[in-house]
């Protein structure tokens, strides 16, 4: 077995026993010696990335791009329906990652917000992408831009996933706050694209 090969694995082996920490316990309540207890040593553990926050964003950015491709192998188009089915579909077959990606978007560690960030990009394109898409099927209200549209649905949901995280949500589990996430993000965009009120009913 060639160097790169071994190391490869190596590393493999280390991220798979770090999903099964982070994923149980996030990143507060993970230890590193949880992690070594998997048959690592803690000299390979340390050979191979510095600290624990190397570690957890290693594990990050596997979530997301995991959750990013099985997104675009779901053939979605501009369905935002389906698009919410598969992204349940991948967080009732990938139980650690799903604990790993609302904590970035609920409680990331303060330290870490800027590197989640960037791993986060694809998977930000490719929801970015879908709205357009979605914008691109309809006839914007007079006075409206495209980029306008854009901009609010970027504003929008930043405010969204923030509420879940302000002391509104204090008090729910953690489980209860990723099912009312996943709830309301389809009617948030009902609401941005329909409005509230109809029209002719203003008093």
């Known amino acids: 077995m060639k160097k790169e090969e071994k ?15 982070f994923g149980a316990n996030g990143y507060a309540g993970a230890s590193l010696n949880n992690i070594c207890s998997a048959g690592i040593p803690k000299g390979l553990l340390y050979h191979n990335f510095k600290n624990k926050d190397a570690i957890y964003l290693a594990c990050v950015g596997q979530c997301f791009s995991t959750l990013t491709e099985y997104l675009k192998a779901s053939d979605i188009g501009n369905d935002f329906q389906k698009y919410m089915d598969a992204r349940l579909r991948f967080f009732q077959e990938h139980e650690q990652e799903t604990r790993l990606f609302f904590e970035t978007i609920f409680q990331p560690p303060e330290a870490l917000r800027a590197q989640i960030a960037d791993l986060r990009q694809e998977f930000d394109q490719l929801n970015s992408g879908l709205y357009q898409k979605i914008l691109d099927s309809f006839k914007l209200r007079q006075g409206v831009t495209h980029e306008e549209a854009m901009t609010y649905f970027a504003m929008m949901q930043d405010m969204f996933n923030g509420y879940f995280s302000s002391p509104a949500c204090r008090d ?19 609401f941005m694209l329909y409005g509230i009120v109809e029209r002719g009913d203003e008093k």
């Not at 729910?172 to 009902?190: A, I, P, W, Y």
Request: charge should be negative; charged fraction near 30%.
């Open 7 to 21: 190391t490869e694995r190596t590393k493999q082996k280390i991220l798979t026993a770090a999903m099964e920490e």
């Open 172 to 190: 729910m589990s953690f489980s209860d706050r990723m099912n009312s996430h996943e709830t309301n993000l389809t009617k948030l965009l009902d």
